[in-house]
């Protein structure tokens, strides 16, 4: 009995235990990789195709705008737009804030239904109203409640005519955002679909491959790259897929990339040499702006190093001096 305590607890024993347990498992693992996944190799592939077209059928319907979601949320917004529509109607709104570039707007903002146009323009009705009643309020029982109310209510209306512009404010700085993301994408998105190109995909499939790849980078970008795949796959003309995504960006850098393609199809040239150019374009456009934005830096830092460096600077400098000069004058005292 002692002999077999000791030798369960003898370290060579215990090592050449655990080395054939997990020779073990990895010969098992490795059997079980090659014997059993061959079998269902075919169900395996049927079911990600089946799970590609369930997720293309769902980004499709989502991207125009024709997606139903269920539920108690859906209801409610069902129930909010309603309501929206009905105010916008009657006011007969569209035709006092909607012109032929509010649809553009909303679409570089990132909002492409009509549902996001109604409360973009019930916003901007009910929004003054709202800011002067609250400002009003606010104004008249707490900050100002010693002044008079026609003052109250001259500062209100002053807020009110400010939340006329709120809207358009906060649409422009989704839109500056969104071209941002966009914006700072884009050079690799086209080095991606020059290799996408030259490699033998047809457009529609580069579109569709380097909107996966991006989507980690920017999320604006892959959305309108899948959009415009989209249309590439149901509309008779590329050009209006192309002018379309010129359209909803809003940016010179993709308007110019989008013509040389409209160009390309038009004429039969080559996409891959237009994509080639665009890219190199691209690539120096985006070393330009990084160079600017470097030698911006030194004016920047100018006014920070004389309030903040240069005074604490002098303290170290003239500090020892100082101290020792008042240090030989209470001495001489």
């Known amino acids: 009995m002692q002999s077999l305590i000791n030798t369960l607890t003898d370290p060579k024993f215990l090592i050449a235990v655990l080395a054939a347990v997990a020779a073990a498992a990895a010969v098992f693992s490795i059997g079980v990789t090659f014997f059993s996944g061959g079998s269902n190799m075919r169900q395996r592939i049927r079911r990600v195709a089946l799970e590609r077209e369930k997720l293309r059928a769902e980004e499709m ?4 705008g024709t997606g139903k979601d ?5 209801i409610r917004q069902a129930a909010g737009r309603s309501y929206m529509k009905n105010i916008v109607e009657r006011f007969s709104l569209e035709k006092a804030f909607r012109d032929e570039n509010t649809a553009d707007a909303l679409a570089r903002a990132g909002y492409r239904t009509q549902g996001a146009m109604t409360t973009f323009l019930f916003m901007r009705f009910v929004t003054p109203f709202a800011l002067f009643t609250l400002s009003f309020a606010w104004m008249s029982l707490s900050l100002f409640a010693d002044r008079p109310l026609w003052m109250n209510a001259l500062y209100a209306l002053f807020l009110g005519l400010v939340g006329a512009y709120l809207p358009n404010l ?10 941002q993301s966009i914006r700072r994408a884009w050079p690799d998105t086209l080095d991606l679909m020059l290799l996408c190109v030259e490699s033998g995909m ?4 580069a579109f569709k491959r380097v909107a996966k790849e991006i989507g980690s980078q920017s999320v604006e970008l892959a959305e309108e790259l899948t959009l415009t795949t989209a249309e590439l796959s149901f509309l008779e003309d590329r050009t209006r897929a192309y002018e379309n995504l010129a359209r909803r960006t809003g940016l010179d850098n993709v308007k110019s990339v989008m013509t040389s393609l409209i160009q390309a199809d038009r004429y039969g040239t080559s996409v891959g040499t237009s994509l080639r150019v665009m890219a190199e374009e691209g690539r120096e456009s985006r070393m330009m702006e990084a160079e600017k934005k470097a030698a911006s830096l030194p004016p920047k830092l100018t006014v920070p190093l004389i309030l903040f460096f ?3 600077l002098f303290i170290v400098i003239i500090s020892p001096a100082m101290i020792r000069v008042f240090s030989q004058n209470v001495h001489l005292s």
């Open 70 to 74: 269920q539920g108690p949320r859906s």
């Open 170 to 179: 906060m649409l422009k700085n989704k839109t500056q955002k969104r071209q």
């Open 310 to 312: 240069l005074p604490v």
């Open 202 to 205: 047809s457009v529609e499939h």
């Open 61 to 64: 319907s989502r991207l125009r």
